[in-house]
């Protein structure tokens, strides 16, 4: 069971970092520097949300033509990243888990928390491991939203949380 959940998690890790990696600017032609393993996902995803991404470039909030935001925290709330998590949200809803994104200065934080009766306990090294394993996708990640966002060094953070809101574990991921 416990593998199982593992399994899931890093299942699931991984469809959100392509449907919440930020988009490269169209200047770019298409390229991406994002690695192999989502980047078909990602540019089925890039399909889905051009209208929505072209929205928000243009919209009243303020932000530039190449889809820069001024904070992480308007990134994480706009309306392109909390549509997908909405869709992410709907595929986690029988695993036991359930995700949220927010920003904090020049944090993209991931946190997913485990449902009330998932043993948490000696999940840590696990969680470690995975995450050590993907350490590139996130490194990636934190590259494209220095395109993205207009913060200094930005982070992605992974934390996982029991349901009464201990960590179980949480990996912090800078640009390389």
């Known amino acids: 069971m416990k593998k199982l959940l593992i399994a899931c998690v890093a299942t699931v890790m991984m469809a959100s970092f392509a449907s919440c990696a930020p988009k490269a600017p169209a200047s770019d032609n298409g390229s991406s520097s994002a690695p192999e393993a989502s980047s078909s996902v990602a540019a089925n995803e890039e399909d889905q949300s051009s209208s929505k991404a072209e929205e928000s470039s243009s919209d009243e909030s303020g932000n530039a033509s190449l889809g820069t935001y001024e904070t992480m ?56 491991s995975g995450l050590e394993g993907q350490a590139s996708t996130f490194e990636s990640l ?35």
């Open 73 to 128: 925290e308007e990134y994480a709330a706009s309306e392109e990243v909390q549509s997908q998590i909405a869709e992410l949200k709907d595929t986690l809803a029988d695993s036991g888990m359930e995700i949220a994104i927010t920003g904090e200065g020049n944090k993209f934080i991931y946190t997913y928390t485990f449902a009330e009766g998932i043993p948490t306990d000696g999940m840590a090294d696990s969680l470690k």
């Open 142 to 176: 934190a590259g494209l939203l220095k395109i993205t966002v207009k913060v200094d060094s930005p982070v992605v953070v992974v934390r996982y949380v029991a349901s009464d809101g201990t960590e179980v574990y949480s990996q912090e991921f800078e640009a390389k």
